[in-house]
């Protein structure tokens, strides 16, 4: 990035920064489908026809997109003294877009997010406040920062809880918004949502020896490049085991169980020929491949079952 467009308007290296960082677009995509599954998930829990209405499922994802960018700029603010030591490529150790800057648009989406649901959605506002706090403890790291840096294992699982909140969240537009109680049933997709988010992790960082970097954590670096593989994979089947069985309490048709373990199969191959020969553009296909899993696994969890029901 030259200096010139580091010297532009905001908007400008804002647009570059979230093309790097947090790409919108296909976030929308994956978020949206993340979404669109829970509520569709809560609603077959029901055994209620039918979706919310239009507006409020995009008051949803207006919610839930803004809330993961929101994780993605306290990210870059508790990783910023490593990300200037050893990642001086990225958009903030480079400056083309300063910390102070992202606050202040991070401020701008947690004002969106609030007065938006307060005009179409005031009941949300205690369930976005729940996933606000827990934010706010990540963005502190629960205030034990050293002891997480020290302890891997417990600083994923404690961060990973964030994504079943979100859940929480957007069910929330089905059940909470209809002042029902949460479905039982939604603990499943809960625990599906939590292990994704690790494999999700994991995908995205195994590499390669040569493309380890100095001070950046890996988990092909932790584990080895083999076994961090065969971990990704176990977690692919203990997620799809735990989809199997919310799909059974939800009663999902069983042909989208099949299309999962299709998807399943497909996403097996990256880590087939990782283990068989790793290279920097077979590890990259790890981190495709969970993203391919993560979007078949919502889609089968209720997502395409709810959007044939609506277009049928």
Known sequence: MTKEINDGNLFLRFWQYQKERYPFLAYLILIGTFSFSAVSYSR???????????????????????????????DEFKDHEDDVLYRKSLPVPRGLISLKELKYIAWA????????????????????????????????????????????????????????????FASGFDWHLNRVNPPSGLLFFFFVSYFNGIVLEIGRKIKTPDTEELGVLSYSKMLGGRWAVLFWVFLLFITGALAWFAMEVAAIQTVYFKLLAFILGICLIPAIVYLLNPTPTKAKSIEYASALWTLGLYLSLGGLQMLLSIIG
């Open 44 to 74: 077959f829990c029901r055994f209620e026809d039918g979706f919310i209405t239009a507006s409020s499922f995009a008051v949803c994802v207006f919610n839930t997109v803004s809330l993961f960018f929101l994780v993605r700029v306290f």
């Open 109 to 168: 989406f947690f004002t969106s997010m609030v007065v938006v649901d307060l005009v179409f959605a005031p009941q949300i506002l205690p369930l976005l406040g729940l996933v606000l706090g827990y934010l706010a403890l990540m963005g502190k790291e629960f205030f034990i920062a050293e002891w997480l840096k020290k302890h891997q294992f417990w600083y994923v699982t404690s961060h990973m809880f964030i994504i079943p909140l979100v859940d929480v």
